[in-house]
């Protein structure tokens, strides 16, 4: 893992949950820290290129959108994880794709306008890979919680 110094981590700790919606948040942060803007966004850039930072967006509630969304679990032989794995990724409303050691051994979240949509989607994705066992789960009682990590 890469070194990170205690600037570092309270930049990571303070833009994790609450990034300020303002034309420029990274100076209101640098601010609050005691920093220059300039020496924050340069700390930020170096994380995300070394992969401690994966991404910096908005996560939405997918309903209130109206849009739904679905866990699916798939059974893939090794051979066509690569494959399988690619294809799913094509499709913009996958937001997580991740492997697993269990006989269902993709994992995959989905996001789109409807089931049906969603549906469709899987029936492609069989059609294009021949990975035909795949689970769709969607939920029936959504429990969210606040994911927020002391650096």
């Not at 994992?107 to 989607?121: C, K, L």
Request: charged share 30%; proline share 4%.
């Amino acid at each position: 893992m890469a070194k990170m110094d205690d600037t570092d981590r309270a930049i990571l700790n303070r833009i994790q949950s609450d990034l300020p919606i303002v034309s420029r948040p990274y100076l209101v942060v640098a601010r609050e820290l005691g920093l220059e803007e300039d020496d924050v966004i340069r700390r930020i850039r170096r994380l995300k290129k070394k992969g401690i930072i994966r991404r910096i967006g908005g996560n939405f509630v997918p309903n209130k959108l109206g849009f739904v969304s679905t866990l699916c679990a798939a059974r893939v032989p090794e051979e066509k994880i690569a494959q399988f794995s690619e294809t799913v990724n094509r499709y913009p409303g996958v937001t997580h794709n991740y492997r697993r050691d269990h006989e269902y051994n993709v994992w995959f979240t989905f996001i789109a306008e409807s089931m049906e949509q969603i549906e469709g989607y899987l029936k492609e994705i069989a059609s294009e890979t021949g990975v035909t066992d795949t689970l769709n789960l969607p939920a029936t009682k959504v429990y969210k919680i606040k994911a927020q990590f002391d650096v």
